[in-house]
Structure formats: C-alpha cells, structure tokens
C-alpha cells in the first residue's frame, strides 16, 4: 500500500553538490552519478521531456529508501539540479568516487503506553519503528499472523478486492504491532465474528482511530490503485471493528 504520511512542509528542492547526490544516488539503488544524470536532465529538457518522465529512468529498478528521510532528500537534490539546468546555471559535477554511504540510523522502539492509552506522538513513533526497521516489523509480523490467524481467516473470506484486503490486512498488522509495542503483557487472539458483529463497537483511542482514517484516505487518493468509495467504505468497516477488537483484546486490563 502507498503510504504518503512523510510530506514535511520544509522540502526545499536543492542541489548540495555532486558528492551529496552520488551517495544518495547508490543508497537508493542506483547505478548513475552525479554527472551521468546531469547528463540525462540536459538532453531531457533540450526534447521537452519533464522532469517527471526523467526521474524514474534513473533507477533500472524500484528505487530503495532505507528511510524517508533519505527519500526526501534525494528528490531534493534532483528536483534541485533539475532547477538549475532549467535556468540555464553552470553545474559543476567532479567524477571522483563517491563518498562512504550514508550510515542508517535506526529509530529507538517507543516507550510503552500501558497501563493507559497511546498518545499521537506514540502513534507517530511506533509508524517510524515499523517503517524503519526491517527486524522489527518482521518480528511483529509473524506474531501478528499467529495470533491473529482466526481474524486473517475470516477477512480473507470477506469478498474484498485484492487491494481492499491488502489495505485491510495492513492497518490491521499496524495495529496490532503498535498495541503489542505500546502493550507489554500483548493481546490475545481475536474472536474473527466481530468483523461481521452489526453492534456498535467498543471506543477505541482517538491517535489509533485518526491513524486508521488516515490512511484509508490515503488508499482512496493512491495514484496507482485506489480503493473505490464503496469498498472504501466496507473496508472502513472492517479496519474499525478489527481495531476496536484488537484494544478490547489487551492482556492484563
């Protein structure tokens, strides 16, 4: 699913040098330099080809973005570069080799909530654990897929798209990583009938719920497959009575 929750209102498109863009270049998986794409974005805007058609020929496969930090600012310096080209600036790229990479630096997990309810900036750091660091999230995965296997059954037989589930699926994981995060006595398995329960469900804390809406909003606007509004609207149902399961399910209350 795309995610898009990363928009900081400071990006600034700017080119900080050669050795900048060559080590953000290789971090993120392409085989070009810093003088190989100011090469391609001169022949680029000489046919009138946009930026935008440019960008993704950098890349022979998806790029890889150990954070979105990284990401940002790689767009950063190529939108940057791409600026300068187009206002005719000299840019001076060197061919010399490219500097160490950049070292990933790991976000901390986030401190437990319990024995009260999470807050918007636990919310907030347990997204970025998850995003961040591969282990982590495959970790609470296969937990998830244990305990949760009832609940996963009885999704999967729900009559969703492949992308309705697959949002479902994921803000349902989400969840129950950042409970289990937050929760450390965890959850217990889920009775799967509470997704097909017509009665009004339990509250749940308002971060989880806005998180959840979020980015159901999010796979209605995706670009490359959005939900229509009326599995829009199935799935809603389903991720918040799956979430209000999922708090009710806490050991230990």
């Given amino acids: 699913m795309s995610r898009s929750r990363d928009k900081s209102p400071d990006f600034q498109r700017q ?45 022979e496969d998806e790029p890889r973005f150990p954070s979105p930090d990284i990401a940002r600012r790689l767009f950063q310096n190529l939108l940057g570069l791409w600026d300068l080209v187009e206002e005719g600036k000299a840019v001076r790229v060197d061919d010399g080799p490219r500097p160490p990479r ?3 630096v790991k976000p901390p997990p986030p401190g437990a909530f319990h024995p009260g309810e999470p807050t ?10 998850l995003e961040d660091d591969e282990k982590a999230r495959t970790r609470l995965g296969h ?5 949760q296997d009832a609940l ?24 129950h990583a950042m409970l ?25 804390p308002q971060p989880l719920r806005a998180y959840a809406d979020e980015a159901l ?12 509004s009326q599995e829009l609207e199935g799935v809603r149902r389903l991720v918040h009575r799956g979430l209000a399961a999922l708090w009710s399910a806490r050991k230990g209350r």
């Fill in 15 to 59: 080119f900080e040098g050669a050795q900048t863009l060559d080590g953000l270049l290789d971090l993120s998986g392409s085989s070009m330099n810093s003088a190989q794409v100011l090469a391609r974005m001169q022949a680029a805007q000489a046919e009138g080809t946009p930026y935008n058609d440019v960008i993704p020929t950098l890349f």
């Fill in 102 to 104: 950049p070292k990933k």
């Fill in 120 to 129: 918007g900036e636990f919310v907030e750091a347990a997204w970025r654990y």
């Fill in 143 to 147: 937990s998830f897929e244990n305990r």
């Fill in 152 to 175: 996963l059954g009885a999704l999967d037989g729900m009559g969703l798209t492949d992308e309705g589930y697959g949002v479902a699926r994921h803000l349902l994981f989400e969840m």
């Fill in 180 to 204: 289990e995060l937050g929760w450390p006595p965890g959850l217990s398995s889920v009775d799967p009938a509470v997704l097909e329960a017509d009665t009004e469900a339990p509250p749940v």
């Fill in 217 to 228: 909003f999010e796979a209605e606007q995706d670009e490359e497959q959005p939900l229509s």
